[in-house]
């Protein structure tokens, strides 16, 4: 069943009496990915319907912050002068050992440039300037800024570091100035929008191609032939409180303390209608997670403990890297410790656990046991004064003793500080968006992009912002141009 309490379970061609639309590929989900495939299937001559379950389209794409993750050369890249290739970026997308699909990656850095022009051509404006400091959003309309691990281990290592998230040119959030673009050039396609139907289930015929969608349209079930294909595009499902009992329970359990990134349509429903006809779901363990410690970026000098005075990460990660470390510590308890000189208020509202003149005062005010933190510092403290890290190797450009009081922790922990958590499991999909079985054989009829899928991003440990939008956007182009170069049936 479907959140809604409509069943996935595929329809018959056969029962199917009459259909009440029709068009050459029907998408389901009118977001970042539904919008793309719309655009490049319309382009390449197929009639389009877009199946949206709610009263406008947008979906969590037109609420994100606007990053994309692109790279090899862009023009914004090029001009600030960072020298970026698609081989680097490849080698980047490889890192972290967190089994990225090597086919998406490749040709998601292969293309990224293309993709940054394709964008461009659509009326998305980039501003060609660069956001230096360590930051979650840059909050001016300065393109690009470094959104990930680039310049962090084990990710420098094997990767020449660029920065490669680019902001759509708004000031703070800019999700809506892309939307304000891509849904313009929808509606210019010629591609045909019905908002308030949610589709619900495949309608397949007896050799199992996918050829319609059964939806709910105002109380009403609507029928809708695909004569070519139908692309899933609905997003993820941190909304779907049964789907994360099964595939998350850990995040399940802690829920209430974290705020859940996402539209009420994110209820996995695409991915369950793909399910039901064979799709095999791939890392639906795996979410994003975040409480973003920095800004300031001063910050990053401190060190993150568990609960046991121990560090467990390289602090000059992405905060969702750092955040996933902190999420799988003892009792999901961390603190960012801080001396006089590190130390500044983040962003977000954070709470201070404790402030002590010494850090064996830190320590008993953490109820740590005794010796643990004081231990954890001094030995850190050795090898900051050496430019050296040898456990958790943070670059030494972020390596300085702890040793001017006042210190401070500053609580991480799940249910003290801000956290926020989307789903980045989905179907299996090729490079071109077509829906894999558990066998890896395509579903004929069937493509999938977007969050209903597994895309570049593979889990938090490797995530960087603008992945997600980038992915969708990206193959949700490459699902419309397959779904619309299918044999109709
Ligand atoms: C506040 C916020 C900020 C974020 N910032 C960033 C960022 O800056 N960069 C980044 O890369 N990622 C960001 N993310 C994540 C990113 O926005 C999403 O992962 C991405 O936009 C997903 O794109 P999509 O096209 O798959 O889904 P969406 O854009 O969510 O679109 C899915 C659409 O499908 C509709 N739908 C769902 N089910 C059905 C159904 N059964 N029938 C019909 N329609 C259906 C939904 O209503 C929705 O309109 C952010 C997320 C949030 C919530």
Redesign the pocket.
């Known amino acids: 069943m479907?959140p809604s309490g409509r069943s996935a379970r595929p329809r018959a061609l056969e029962t199917v009496a009459h259909w009440d639309r029709e068009a050459d590929v029907v998408i389901?989900?009118?977001?970042?990915?539904?919008?793309c495939a719309a655009i490049e299937a319309a382009a390449a001559g197929a009639s389009v319907l877009v199946?949206?379950?709610?009263g406008g389209?947008?979906?969590?794409?037109?609420?994100?912050?606007?990053?994309?993750?692109l790279g090899g050369g862009t023009r914004v890249q090029r001009a600030v002068g960072l020298d970026d290739t698609p081989d680097e970026m490849f080698r980047y997308l490889m890192a972290g050992g967190d089994g990225p699909d090597e086919a998406k990656a490749r040709v998601y850095a292969d293309e990224s440039v293309a993709h940054f022009d394709w964008l461009v051509e659509q009326g998305v404006p980039f501003t060609d300037a660069i956001w230096e400091d360590r930051h979650t959003?840059q909050p001016t309309d300065a393109c690009l800024i470094w959104s990930g691990n680039e310049k962090a281990s084990p990710f420098v290592d094997v990767a020449r570091p660029a920065a490669r998230g680019h902001?759509v040119a708004l000031a703070g959030?800019?999700?809506v100035e892309l939307w304000r673009h891509l849904s313009r050039a929808v509606e210019e396609s010629g591609a045909q929008l019905q908002y308030n139907?949610?589709?619900?289930a495949l309608v397949v015929d007896t050799a199992g191609r996918v050829v319609g969608v059964v939806?709910r349209s105002e109380g009403e079930e609507v029928l809708v032939a695909a004569r070519r294909a139908v692309v899933l595009?609905?997003?993820?499902f941190i909304m779907n409180d049964e789907m994360l009992a099964n595939h998350l329970p850990r995040l399940h359990a802690k829920i209430e303390s974290v705020e859940r990134?996402?539209?009420?349509?994110?209820?996995g429903?695409?991915i369950r209608?793909g399910s039901a006809v064979g799709g095999a779901a791939i890392r639906m363990s795996e979410m994003?997670v975040t409480t973003p410690w920095y800004p300031p970026s001063s910050l990053t000098y401190g060190i993150m403990v568990n609960e046991r005075g121990q560090r467990f990460v390289n602090e000059d990660c992405y905060h969702g890297r750092v955040a996933a470390g902190c999420f799988e510590q003892p009792g999901n308890r961390a603190y960012l410790v801080a001396d006089h000189r590190s130390f500044g208020r983040p962003d977000f509202d954070f709470e201070l656990a404790a402030t002590e003149g010494s850090i064996a005062e830190l320590e008993r005010a953490l109820e740590m046991t005794e010796g643990s933190l004081v231990h954890t510092v001094a030995r850190y403290n050795d090898f900051a004064a050496k430019g050296e890290d040898p456990f958790f190797h943070k670059q030494s450009q972020w390596l300085r003793p702890l040793d001017e009081a006042p210190y401070a922790a500053i609580d991480c922990s799940l249910g003290e500080s801000p956290y926020?958590a989307?789903t980045l499991g989905g179907l299996r999909t090729r490079p071109s968006g077509e829906v894999l079985n558990e066998e890896g054989q395509t579903i004929p009829g069937l493509f999938a992009?977007?969050?209903?899928s597994s895309g570049i991003t593979r889990s938090a440990r490797t995530y960087c912002?603008?992945?997600?939008?980038?992915?969708?956007t990206f193959f949700?182009r490459r699902a419309g141009r397959s779904a619309a170069a299918s044999r109709a049936w």
């Open positions: 479907t389901v989900g009118y977001g970042g990915a539904g919008a199946l949206e379950a709610a389209g947008g979906g969590c794409t037109a609420m994100s912050g606007g990053h994309l993750y959003l902001k959030d800019a999700g139907t949610a589709g619900h939806a595009s609905g997003g993820g990134h996402g539209n009420p349509h994110d209820d429903s695409g209608m994003f926020y989307f992009a977007g969050a209903n912002s603008g992945q997600s939008v980038g992915d969708a949700g």
